[in-house]
C-alpha cells in the first residue's frame, strides 16, 4: 500500500494564480480532509469528505474548494492564490469508525508571492 | 474560546525525564481522544487513543483522560532524544450530518537532549 499520497511536494505561486493540490489514498477509507499547518496554529481543518460526492467545510474553508469523484481522490483547488495561503498543506484519510486514525500524506509545502 | 487548548511550549527536557503533556477541551461532545507525534518536515502519526476516562498505557507512553475535568495528557516516561517532535492531541467530534470531525491542539514541541 502507497497509503496516502500528495502531489506536488513544493509549490510556488504567484499571487492570483490557480493550482490544484492532489490527495489520493488506496486503503479504501471513506473519511479524507485537508488540513492546513501554520507556526504557531497548529492544523487547521479545510475541508473534509464523508464519501464520494460528499463534502463539507471546516474551519478555514475560504479561498479553497474541493470535490470527491471517487473513494479514492480528494484534489484541493486554491482558486485566486494570496500569500496569506503560504503553508503547509495535509491530506489525510481514515476509516469512518472507531478509533477514526486518520493518516496523512507527507505534506505540500506552498509559498505564494 | 478555542475548542481545544494546548500549551506550545517548547518543552526541553533531559535524556531519561518524565515528560508531561496536556491539553484541555470545552465541548463535551468529544468522543475520541488521541495524541499524534509529528517530526520536522513529516506528516503526523497516530501515537495512542482512548476512548473513556481513565488510563491507556503503550510501553514508555501512558494516555489519560478525564471526561469529568475535560483534561487529557500524554506521559512519557524514561525520554529519549529520539522522542524529540511536536506532540498534537486531537478529539473527534461524531456528528450524524456530516460525519466527523477531527480537532487538534496546536501542538507541544519537545526538545529531549541527550
Known amino acids: 500500500n502507497a497509503g496516502v499520497t500528495q502531489t506536488p511536494k513544493f509549490q510556488v505561486l504567484k499571487t492570483g494564480q490557480s493550482m490544484t493540490l492532489q490527495c489520493a489514498q488506496d486503503m479504501n477509507h471513506e473519511y479524507m480532509s485537508w488540513y492546513r499547518q501554520d507556526p504557531g496554529m497548529g492544523l487547521r481543518l479545510i475541508h473534509y469528505s464523508v464519501g464520494a460526492g460528499i463534502t463539507d467545510q471546516g474551519e478555514v474553508p475560504n479561498g479553497y474548494n474541493v470535490s470527491r469523484s471517487t473513494t479514492e481522490d480528494f484534489p484541493l483547488r486554491l482558486l485566486s492564490a494570496a500569500p496569506s495561503q503560504t503553508s503547509v498543506y495535509f491530506c489525510?484519510?481514515?476509516?469512518?469508525?472507531?478509533?477514526?486514525?486518520?493518516?496523512f500524506g507527507p505534506g505540500t509545502r506552498l509559498t505564494v508571492t | 474560546q478555542k475548542e481545544v487548548e494546548q500549551d506550545p511550549g517548547p518543552l526541553s527536557v533531559p535524556e531519561g525525564a518524565i515528560v508531561s503533556l496536556n491539553c484541555t477541551y470545552s465541548?463535551?461532545?468529544?468522543?475520541?481522544f488521541m495524541w499524534y507525534r509529528q517530526y520536522s518536515r513529516k506528516g503526523p502519526e497516530l501515537l495512542m487513543y482512548?476512548?473513556?476516562?481513565g488510563n491507556k498505557e503503550d510501553g514508555r507512553f501512558t494516555a489519560q483522560v478525564d471526561k469529568s475535568s475535560k483534561y487529557i495528557s500524554l506521559f512519557i516516561r524514561d525520554s529519549q532524544p529520539s522522542d524529540s517532535a511536536t506532540y498534537l492531541c486531537a478529539m473527534i467530534k461524531l456528528s450524524n450530518q456530516a460525519g466527523t470531525a477531527l480537532i487538534f491542539g496546536k501542538g507541544t514541541t519537545l526538545s529531549v537532549s541527550s
Open positions: 465541548n463535551s461532545a468529544f468522543q475520541y
Open positions: 489525510a484519510s481514515s476509516y469512518l469508525r472507531g478509533p477514526y486514525e486518520q493518516y
Open positions: 482512548t476512548y473513556s476516562s
